[in-house]
């Protein structure tokens, strides 16, 4: 692990980095906080976002516990390969930076990209899930019409990703904090266009719902009834499919937890014990 340290701007406590290389062939960035002796808790962020996506959570959330906040590939700070950005690549990434950290069993938070991840790594890898936190998730993609009206902007984008991009791409529901809405941008910024490009692509291929029922992790909802993209459908699908599930609602949009941080790092807390 390296030696630098951030600041939250929020509040949420020093953070130290490392860069983590793995076996798939990529250097993986990653955040993390605390040496509490539970299960170490691991965020995982959406689509264009980056570890710092759940800064505003962490300032809420107990500073005994330990965090660990990778950006995905293709984000943030970690490498950008032209290809693997499948569900299947993250995964992959993820279990062996779990390896390469020797952390055996986890409690996982997901949102959106991140919760589609979450998912299928509780499902195919149960033994190393103990508790699982889905925001703003669903069951499927390919017929998301938002992100097929997405396609034809992101496959226009070009190097470098403009600001009002990433600010449009970026709007929330609710208001944030300006400061906090800066480092989101220059953040979503860093992605570069055939990034931008490459998961889109595979998130259209996105259909869980045969694994669903092989998640045996017990697992919390979090859903912003507001959410333009996912659905209150989605909600009840998930909690059909698996089992032992719950939904805590949010009057918020796609990102609870950049509008009502206090609100979700207490479900998480409650939920996590």
């Known amino acids: 692990m390296s030696k630098s ?3 939250s701007t929020q509040g949420g406590g020093e953070f130290c980095f490392g860069r983590a290389a793995l076996g798939s062939g990529v ?3 990653y955040a993390q906080r605390g040496e509490g002796v539970g299960p170490p808790l691991v965020f995982l962020h959406g689509y264009g976002d980056s570890w710092r996506s759940f800064t505003r959570v962490f300032e809420f959330l107990s500073k005994t516990r330990r965090i660990v906040a990778p950006d995905l590939r293709g984000h943030g700070d970690s490498d950008k390969p032209q290809s693997g950005y499948v569900l299947a690549d993250y995964v992959r990434d993820l279990l062996l930076l779990l390896d390469s950290l020797g952390l055996e069993k986890i409690d996982l938070v997901g949102h959106s990209m991140g919760s589609l991840i979450a998912q299928l790594f509780a499902a195919i890898i149960p033994e190393r899930v103990g508790r699982l936190a ?3 998730s669903a ?3 390919s017929a998301k019409t938002s992100l097929l009206e997405l396609k034809p902007h992101i496959d ?3 190097d470098p990703i403009s600001r009002s991009f990433a600010v449009e791409f970026q709007a929330t529901t609710n208001p944030v904090p300006a400061d906090f809405m800066e480092m989101i941008v220059a953040e979503t910024m860093k992605v570069p266009a ?3 490009r490459s998961v889109l692509s595979g998130l259209l ?3 869980n719902r045969g694994i669903l029922r092989d998640i045996c992790a017990q697992t919390l909802l979090l ?3 507001q959410d333009p993209l996912f659905t209150r459908s989605d909600q009840e699908a998930l909690l059909s499919q698996i089992a032992g599930s719950r939904l805590e609602e949010f009057d918020a949009g796609h990102s609870p937890h950049w509008e009502k941080p206090e609100e979700v790092a207490e479900s998480l807390e409650k939920f996590l014990g």
Do not use: K, Y
């Open 5 to 7: 340290a951030f600041s």
């Open 194 to 196: 055939h990034v931008w």
């Open 139 to 141: 069951p499927a993609l």
């Open 27 to 29: 250097t993986i960035h």
């Open 156 to 158: 226009a984008l070009e």
């Open 205 to 207: 291929e996105v259909d």
């Open 134 to 136: 889905l925001v703003s």
């Open 223 to 225: 859903w912003g009834n």
